[in-house]
């Protein structure tokens, strides 16, 4: 009998990026606990990790070398194997859809499509934060109560909050006073409780007094990844113009967003350039991107961009268009950018944006150019070597 198709409730990136990692770092006792809870958490079918389970409960016995019986699996069913399989068998993951009802296909317009219309930032977000914590993911600023447990050392959390953020947040919070929280507020807890995001992978189920699962194994870099895909979606679903940066710096820091494709090259971009802790380009995108650049900010990226091209104008104008090149010199020289006298000032912010992709394009065609030459140049140092 062949393994059904399944429907995620996660991106699939991510959970290919998560089995991955588990196929990585568990231990033989901890690959069956750690995957049904991934998958606990990742489909949407009900069942799943039961089914999983299950199909790995019997064992193949083999004689060891000191010709005593030892349980171990068959390769065949091995669970690595069938987790690895699943990992790169795209026809068994079925991404998910959220689903499209009757009165939102029919409603002209009627129905509201915007969740800021009807329900605040802040108020989603807290409720985000109670589903998480229910499911394990914050162990040290919001540990699930549990009678086993020593609960001696309770955690004020608006102490913890104000200590880091140096913000007052009564917490718990209710949906009316988190509908009531200023933006501020809002974006500074998303990032705080980035930093406290981590991921149980592995889960026991506790019958006692309605526990529920009692949560082990904690891994933050999963949980940060996971937290950030959520916070990501809802911070989208409201129409805010931010999200949570994923490299260097930026990783756990609301960022201004430009579009998943823009994003994701920018992402890119600063991580092919951590090695260099002092490179003016990385060092732009994150001025031009940081959710508190203003215009002065903006100005001073774009300056950093066309000091990088500067020094290379004429090997550009050797290697492109010098009608392309000039205009890109013309519009550093000209919006105070690079100079200040009888300068025209432009404060629109798309223009700004217009310029940065501009000077930011004819940087990475620079990079692609002397990456080239530099290829050429050891292939034939290479060669010479040979000859």
């Not at 066309?306 to 090149?325: F, H, N, Q, W």
Request: charged content about 30%; proline content about 4%; aromatic content about 10%.
């Amino acid at each position: 009998m062949s393994d059904p198709v399944y429907t995620l409730s996660w991106p699939r990136t991510l959970f290919v990026w998560e089995a991955t990692r588990i196929l990585h770092d568990a231990k033989e006792s901890e690959l069956v606990p750690w995957t049904k809870q991934l998958l606990r958490e990742s489909f949407d079918d009900e069942g799943t990790p039961e089914t999983f389970e299950a199909k790995f409960s019997t064992t193949t016995l083999v004689l060891n070398s000191w010709d005593t019986p030892s349980p171990t699996p068959s390769t065949e069913n091995s669970p690595r194997l069938w987790l690895k399989a699943l990992t790169t068998d795209e026809s068994r993951l079925r991404a998910y859809q959220s689903p499209v009802y009757f009165a939102e296909r029919h409603s002209d317009g009627l129905v509201d499509s915007e969740p800021s219309n009807w329900i605040s930032l802040g108020e989603e977000f807290i409720e985000l934060i109670g589903v998480m914590s229910a499911g394990g993911y914050f162990p040290k600023i919001l540990p699930k109560e549990c009678q086993d447990n020593d609960q001696s050392d309770s955690i004020d959390v608006s102490k913890e909050i104000r200590r880091a953020t140096k913000l007052k947040v009564d917490w718990p919070l209710t949906s009316e006073a988190a509908s009531l929280l200023p933006d501020v507020v809002v974006f500074t807890l998303i990032e705080y409780f980035h930093d406290h995001a981590q991921r149980p992978r592995a889960a026991v189920w506790h019958n006692w007094d309605n526990c529920g699962y009692d949560y082990s194994q904690y891994n933050r870099e999963s949980g940060e990844a996971v937290y950030r895909w959520r916070v990501n979606a809802l911070l989208e679903s409201h129409t805010a113009a931010l999200r949570l940066g994923m490299v260097g710096a930026e990783r756990g820091r609301l960022i201004h967003h430009f579009s998943r494709v823009q994003d994701t090259l920018l992402a890119d971009e600063v991580e092919n350039r951590k090695a260099n802790p002092v490179d003016e380009v990385a060092h732009a995108i994150r001025m031009f991107r940081a959710r508190d650049a203003n215009n002065i900010d903006k100005r001073a990226a774009l300056a950093l961009l066309a000091g990088r091209l500067e020094p290379k104008r004429k090997y550009l104008e050797g290697k492109t268009s010098k009608g392309d090149v000039d205009d890109i010199f013309k519009i550093a020289n000209t919006y105070e950018i690079r100079h200040r006298v009888n300068q025209k000032s432009e404060e629109r912010e798309e223009y700004l944006e217009w310029m940065f992709w501009n000077f930011l394009s004819m940087v990475r065609l620079l990079d692609a150019l002397e990456a080239r030459h530099e290829a050429s140049v050891a292939s034939r140092a290479a060669n010479d070597s040979s000859a």
